[in-house]
């Protein structure tokens, strides 16, 4: 594949998104473009976003919904934000609950992942191994304290899997007690919630 040198490279185009530096695409150099997709930047390459289906986009509404008014400070919530890893890789959570302190909101394009408080992705056909391996295993290495991965079963009921920070080791342990919620999701972390998890998909 070619690949652009240092010196044609200092800012990616619609030309040469796809051919990034040795060194990789940094977000500074790619936050311009106006490519007709969503994307994340990750090991310094532009990954695609795939399209969500409706219930997907519902859930993750409501979900940020419920938590925004469970949430007290320092924290808040935002949906379809980029978080910065590193200048190299910027992930985009369905959901982050962050720690607001010290943010302007009118200057921050990324949350930094050092304030991010949880991480939710809601599981797409499209996006299960980044899903369940690849986006847990980079928010653990990033010290993010909760991730959940919201799934729909067969049945079309919702399963939340909760897992927690080991910082020993910078990788997620289920939730001991309860690592899955169905029907109710009840946790304290990052604040104390409760939600109907049937709700979330009454429409």
Same mark, same amino acid.
């Given at each position: 594949?070619?690949? +652009?040198?240092?010196?044609?490279?200092? &800012?990616?185009?619609?030309?040469?998104?796809?051919?990034?530096?040795?060194?990789?695409? *940094?977000? /500074?150099?790619?936050?311009?473009?106006?490519?007709?997709?969503?994307?994340?930047?990750?090991? #310094?390459? !532009?990954?695609?976003? #795939?399209?969500?289906? @409706?219930?997907?986009?519902?859930?993750?509404?409501?979900?940020?919904?419920?938590?925004? /008014?469970?949430? #007290?400070?320092?924290? /808040? %919530?935002? *949906?379809?934000?980029?978080?910065? %890893?590193? +200048?190299?890789?910027?992930?985009?959570? =369905?959901?982050?609950?962050? /720690?607001?302190?010290?943010?302007?909101?009118?200057? *921050?394009?990324?949350?930094?992942i050092?304030?991010?408080?949880?991480?939710i992705?809601?599981?797409?056909?499209?996006?299960?191994?980044?899903?369940? %391996?690849?986006?847990?295993?980079? $928010?653990?290495?990033?010290?993010?304290?909760? $991730?959940?991965?919201?799934?729909?079963?067969? =049945?079309?009921?919702?399963?939340?899997?909760? $897992?927690?920070?080991?910082?020993?080791? &910078?990788s $997620? !342990?289920? &939730?001991?007690?309860?690592?899955?919620?169905? &029907?109710?999701l009840? *946790? =304290?972390?990052?604040?104390?919630?409760?939600?109907?998890?049937? =709700?979330? @998909? #009454?429409?």
């Open positions: 594949m070619k690949t +652009a040198t240092a010196a044609t490279a200092a &800012r990616a185009t619609e030309e040469n998104w796809a051919f990034p530096p040795a060194e990789g695409w *940094t977000f /500074d150099q790619v936050k311009r473009l106006e490519l007709p997709f969503d994307w994340e930047l990750v090991d #310094g390459c !532009i990954v695609v976003r #795939g399209r969500t289906m @409706l219930w997907h986009n519902h859930v993750r509404n409501q979900l940020a919904q419920a938590l925004g /008014d469970a949430r #007290g400070k320092p924290f /808040d %919530v935002v *949906t379809g934000q980029c978080a910065m %890893v590193d +200048a190299h890789h910027v992930r985009v959570p =369905d959901v982050i609950v962050y /720690d607001s302190t010290g943010l302007n909101v009118f200057e *921050t394009e990324c949350v930094p050092s304030a991010v408080a949880l991480a992705e809601v599981v797409s056909p499209g996006s299960r191994s980044q899903d369940r %391996v690849l986006k847990p295993a980079q $928010y653990a290495a990033a010290k993010v304290p909760s $991730y959940w991965r919201v799934e729909l079963q067969r =049945d079309n009921q919702l399963a939340v899997h909760e $897992y927690w920070l080991n910082a020993d080791t &910078r $997620y !342990i289920p &939730r001991p007690e309860r690592p899955v919620h169905r &029907r109710e009840t *946790t =304290d972390l990052p604040f104390p919630l409760k939600i109907d998890l049937a =709700d979330l @998909l #009454g429409f």
